[in-house]
């Protein structure tokens, strides 16, 4: 099966999914396709059942970080950023990988194992923000979980020649 432009599947910059034009309702088959979402050589998006293979158009990024709150981790009680994605599944934050502040000031980060980006909603972002310091010694936005500070690497939006600056 290829999927053409008539039965296009398209996820808007909401992380709300469109087959034909028509919002998906049915949150289990939506969630069912994202088991199968992965990116191509391309760096676009298809699903991927068997030998089924469809296109799918992303308007920003398919992932939509819904909040982002503190929790502990059971294994070394230690605190992390607990991010609930659109998808239905909850991750913790890497702070491994950079931050990217995008177009309108949006963050991004990186889930499903640094595999696909994420865009936060507004909720999520302040929710974040709350754990954010400046320390202005050392110029460098800080993340701060029970006392604990951890570096953060924000990445500015891409250049015009494609990659990304560091800010």
Not at 30 to 36: D, G, M
Not at 93 to 99: I, N, Q, T
Not at 106 to 119: D, F, I, Q, S, W
Request: aromatic content about 12%; hydrophobic content about 30%; proline content about 2%.
């Amino acid at each position: 099966m290829v999927c053409h432009s008539l039965n296009e599947i398209f996820i808007d910059r909401e992380g709300v999914w469109y087959f034909s034009g028509a919002e998906m309702i049915r949150k289990d088959i939506v969630r069912y396709f994202y088991h199968y979402l992965k990116r191509d050589s391309d760096g676009g998006y298809v699903i991927e059942i068997g030998n089924d293979r469809c296109r799918v158009r992303v308007e920003d990024t398919p992932y939509i970080v819904r909040s982002a709150v503190v929790a502990l981790c059971s294994h070394s009680s230690r605190h992390y950023i607990d991010l609930s994605l659109n998808d239905g599944s909850n991750e913790g934050l890497s702070l491994d990988a950079p931050l990217r502040i995008g177009e309108d000031h949006v963050l991004y980060c990186m889930v499903k194992k640094g595999e696909h980006e994420a865009r936060f909603s507004r909720p999520a972002y302040y929710q974040f923000c709350k754990h954010i310091d400046y320390d202005s010694r050392r110029e460098e936005y800080r993340l701060v979980l029970n006392h604990v500070s951890y570096p953060l690497t924000l990445l500015k939006e891409y250049t015009r020649q494609g990659s990304l600056e560091e800010k």
